[in-house]
């Protein structure tokens, strides 16, 4: 990362930007562009190992695309603020991100409960819920295992 002085490594830093978002984009390999996608998500870790896990259809663009190539990129942002400046070329905007990638995959009857509850968790902070089989059965549900993540932080105050 160029800007040494924003970056941000810390595990419990990025986790910290990460509950913050409330979308993530997910960036796919097409023939001849790249392929974005954004997506609700919910996270999970464990012992440092931060995996991303996605609801879908199971048919599709972006289904065919992660079945051809596994390998993806993903970004998310929050805390925007336009900070004024006193000429125009001093205008910033105040934010945090995370960017990194890994590999997708889809998750087996198995896991998509635990995957589903990680989801809920990101946007109502609760992970008791019950899902019906019906819609279990129906829903895809995509895992990233995130090979490397970077945090990014410009902060004014």
């Known amino acids: 990362m160029r800007r040494k002085d924003r970056e941000i490594t810390d595990l419990n830093e990025i986790l910290s930007i990460i509950k913050k978002c409330d979308v993530c984009r997910i960036a796919l390999f097409d ?16 012992k440092e190992q931060i995996v991303l896990y996605f609801h ?3 048919v599709g663009k972006k289904i065919d695309l992660i079945k051809a190539n596994k390998k993806v990129a993903f970004e998310m942002d929050c805390e925007h603020r336009l900070v004024a400046g006193s000429i125009s070329c001093h205008y910033t905007m105040e934010y945090e991100s995370v960017c990194g990638n ?5 998750v087996g009857d198995e896991e998509k409960v635990k995957a589903l509850k990680c989801l809920m968790k990101q946007y109502v902070q609760a992970d008791d819920f019950e899902f019906n089989d019906k819609s279990v059965r129906a829903v895809t549900v995509l895992k990233l295992t995130v090979q490397t993540v970077t945090g990014k932080r410009l902060n004014k105050k």
């Open 56 to 58: 879908s259809a199971g």
């Open 102 to 106: 890994g590999e997708m995959t889809i």
């Open 31 to 46: 023939e001849a562009f790249p392929y974005i996608v954004p997506l609700n998500f919910g996270v999970e870790v464990d």
